[in-house]
């Protein structure tokens, strides 16, 4: 009968040594993972924009684009202005002044490029990183015929 009780205060005190050892490694474990804060993103996503195009001093055609951006969530929440107006502004500017860029005939790296300077411009307007990726929902060039009316 001795034996028996002296078996089952050791299993208890082998039990309790373990939860407590368990319970100290778990709680030496969570400022490791709350070091490394996740980076919340949020998608905001832009109206249509038409931007003409203009070259050798004459309207060629539009730039029909609609963008979606993917931007810190605490920085944008922590905004006094939403920032969609000025991601367009900047969309707008990039596209229209893009000389080297004939909308006619865009090549695929053409649309990286034009998505990085809208990033880093936007972000260099704001004074910090806001805009992490700009993605490029809908982007079609109407000739100045096609837009008009007139012949397709």
Known sequence: MIKM???????CV?????????????????????????????AVRT?????????????????MAQLTFTVDAKI???MGVKPQEYLLDEAFKVIYSEGGIDFRNAKKQDL????????ENTNTRFGQPLVEDVLI?????????QARGGKR
Do not use: C, D
């Open 5 to 11: 009780i002296i078996a089952g205060l050791w299993v």
């Open 47 to 63: 109206r249509m924009i038409s931007v003409p195009i203009i070259m050798e001093g004459a309207l060629q055609g539009y730039v």
């Open 76 to 78: 944008n929440k922590e």
């Open 112 to 119: 990286v490029s034009i998505s990085h300077k809208i990033a």
């Open 137 to 145: 929902q809908e982007l079609n060039y109407l000739s100045k015929e």
């Open 14 to 42: 082998i039990t309790l040594g373990a939860a407590y050892g368990a319970f100290q490694w778990q709680a030496n474990q969570k400022p490791e993972a709350e070091a490394k804060p996740k980076v919340q993103k949020e």
